[in-house]
């Protein structure tokens, strides 16, 4: 299949921009879950077998789909079907990948550098195995293993933890609770000086899983409802607080949001090209098996 014009992409990324406002879903728009949707088709990566990667859109098929670390991403994808029945032309996994660096230029981010032409699966036999995406009730060394594993070093791994400015955990998803920052559809470095800033208190939840919560007494105080002003951090967000290398990383990009923009940006990027080996004249993806089998 051809690859699609500079001229059709600039309609993809209008009709994304558009679906971003969504007055009825969480805090008023899609852009956080789109942006978890892009980074969970990519983080599957492996850098030694180069299996997994955001190449094939493979969770559209149940085995990647139905992982319980993909829950609640169907409601990216059910976003995105009527931006791709409108544009055809485009693939689901070049899809998911631009709504991301839509969403986050959108939502006041840096622009991260995309490139197209990805490839959809046409079965299932080549997704990735589950348990390759990080468990949130973990460690550093946890975190190092699955992203080491992606190909990425402490730096990145900071950097990319810093997408948790955007969003919010859901019981019915994760089993976590709650948002990382205040205002969780703006991107920004908040996360990184909230993280130092508070005294972030161990809180279990009904269900058992632990969290890390902080409460601003003074807003309660003042009459805003607990709901609204709780803040939460997982478990892997305070392991970048007391792991000494990945410290570093949190204190340069609390201090600094334009060093947080510009790494974010790259690493974004080098996220979303995990596994797509290209033509460095042409930029043509030149390692696709998708379309050595004659695939679309
Ligand atoms: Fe995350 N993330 N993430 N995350 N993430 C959750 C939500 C969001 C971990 C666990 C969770 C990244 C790294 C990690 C986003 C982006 C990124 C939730 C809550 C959990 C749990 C899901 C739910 O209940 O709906 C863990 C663990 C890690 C890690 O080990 C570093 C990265 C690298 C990114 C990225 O985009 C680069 C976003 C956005 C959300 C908010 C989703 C939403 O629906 O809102």
């Known amino acids: ?158 950097a990319l933890s810093g997408a948790h400015n955007l969003g919010r955990c859901h019981g019915d998803r994760s089993g976590f609770e709650g948002k990382w920052v205040n205002n969780p559809t703006r991107f920004s470095n908040q996360y990184f000086k909230l993280l130092k800033a508070h005294d972030w208190k161990k809180k279990t939840l009904a269900s058992g899983i632990e969290q890390f919560s902080y409460i601003d007494k003074e807003a309660v105080a003042a009459g805003e409802p607990v709901e609204e002003v709780e803040l939460m951090m997982l478990p892997t967000d305070m392991a970048l607080l007391a792991d000494p290398k990945f410290k570093t990383w949190v204190d340069k990009y609390a201090d600094d949001k334009d060093l947080f923009f510009e790494h974010f940006a790259a690493v974004f990027a080098k996220l979303l090209e995990l596994g797509l080996e290209r033509d460095p004249a042409t930029g043509k993806i030149i390692n696709d098996d998708n379309l050595k089998e004659g695939y679309r």
Do not use: C
């Open 1 to 158: 299949m051809s690859q699609p014009t500079a001229a059709q992409l600039d309609e993809v990324r209008a009709a994304v921009k558009k679906l971003l406002h969504q007055p009825d879903y969480d805090d008023g728009s899609a852009g956080p879950v789109l942006v978890r949707l892009a980074w969970h088709s990519a983080g599957t990566y492996d850098v030694e077998t180069k299996t997994g990667g955001s190449n094939g859109a493979g969770m559209r098929w149940e085995a990647e789909g139905g992982d319980p670390a993909n829950a609640g991403l169907q409601h990216a994808r059910a976003f995105l079907e009527p931006i791709k029945r409108q544009f055809p032309f485009i693939t689901y996994a070049d899809l998911w990948t631009l709504a991301s660096v839509v969403a986050i230029q959108e939502m006041g981010g840096p622009v991260v550098p995309w490139k197209g032409g990805r490839t959809d699966f046409v079965d299932d036999s080549k997704l990735p195995p589950r348990g390759r995406l990080p468990d949130a009730a973990q460690g550093a060394d946890h975190l190092r293993w699955i992203f080491y594993r992606m190909g990425f070093n402490d730096q990145e791994i900071v």
